[in-house]
Structures are given as C-alpha cells and as structure tokens.
C-alpha cells in the first residue's frame, strides 16, 4: 500500500490502460482524507478531466446541493472515482479500465479508513458490491462487508436525465444521514 505521495505520484505515471494516454489530468479525488463517508463515482467527465478534481461538473454540482440539503459537513466525507482517467466521450470504462485502477481505489479506503461508502451508480456498486447486481434492484439498501456499511445509489447524472430518481435518491442519502450521524456520535462518546 502507498502512502497518499505515493499513491499520487502512481496515478500520474500510470498508463497500464489506454485511458492514461487520453487524459488531460488525473482524478484522483477531493474532501476529507479523514473522512467517515467515501463517496465513489464511475469516472472523471469532461470537467473533471480538465480541473483534476471528482465530481466539478453538473452532476458534481448536484451531490453538492444535496449534500448541503442533508447538512453533511464537507469534513465528513471524501470523494472518488472507479477510474482516475476520463473515458473517452464518457463512456462506461470497461471491465479492463476499472480493474486496471481498483487497486488505487482500494488504496484511497485503505488510507481513508471510512466507515461508509456510497456507490453512486451502478459502475461504482458493480466494481465494489456485486458484479451481477442492479441498481434498481438494491439501491438503497444497506449492505456491510468488512466492518464498512456500503450504500448503492443512483448516481446524479441520472437525476439529470430522469428527475423521477430525485426522491429515491434524496431517500437513499436520508438513510446515510441516519448512519453518519450515529457512528459520529459514537466516535464522539
């Protein structure tokens, strides 16, 4: 396992796939790497490639409000992606991107020692919950694994094209709200 200098410096000399030889920047994540919650996402998109940073576009901007409209502090949470590199055209990366950057991703938990984790998407959930699962089917529902609780979600780019997802969602991030705040508490007690 790299340290955070390490784990850096070997997203931004990595190549082992063909996304590394497109990218403008590497997106490795941004918030607290500290954090209780870890949020993870697909990949970085068009504004995320040009900024170097997770989750900076429309969907970004998105997570944002509803993040501040569930009083989650900044400071409890980090976000990151499957893949550190923009797929071309945003496209889905392929079984042979994500496992290609799974083990940077495993490093950022390592680090990060979060107690939850929020797949937002079904790329997320299928990479770190089940290959064979739905996102309609288990979203929203709380599954433990290796002392973690993981939540399945929509991701928020859906919520732009399907405002239907809205309610489902903001009911998803009301059970994370519940669970932050309860380890919070007992982290504080």
Not at 32 to 43: D, F, H, K, Q, T
Not at 75 to 93: E, G, L, M, S, T
């Amino acid at each position: 396992m790299y340290n955070w200098e390490e784990l850096i410096e070997a997203c931004e000399n990595c190549y082992k796939c063909d996304l590394g030889k497109t990218r403008k920047n590497i997106v490795i994540g941004r918030g607290n790497r500290n954090a209780v919650m870890m949020l993870v996402g697909e990949g970085p998109g068009e504004q995320e490639d040009i900024q170097g940073l997770p989750f900076v576009g429309a969907a970004g901007k998105l997570l944002d409000l509803l993040l501040k409209g569930m009083r989650i502090p900044e400071d409890k949470y980090y976000i990151a992606n499957i893949v550190k590199c923009r797929p071309p055209h945003n496209r889905v990366p392929t079984d042979d991107e994500a496992e290609t950057c799974l083990p940077y991703l495993r490093n950022q938990v390592f680090l990060i020692k979060p107690r939850i984790i929020v797949c937002l998407g079904a790329t997320a959930m299928k990479y770190i919950v089940d290959r064979n699962a739905k996102i309609t089917q288990i979203r929203g529902q709380w599954i433990e694994r290796k002392g973690y609780w993981i939540m399945p979600t929509f991701h928020p780019a859906a919520l732009l094209r399907d405002e239907s997802k809205k309610i489902l969602m903001w009911q998803d991030f009301k059970r994370v709200k519940q669970r932050l705040d309860e380890i919070c508490q007992n982290q504080s007690s």
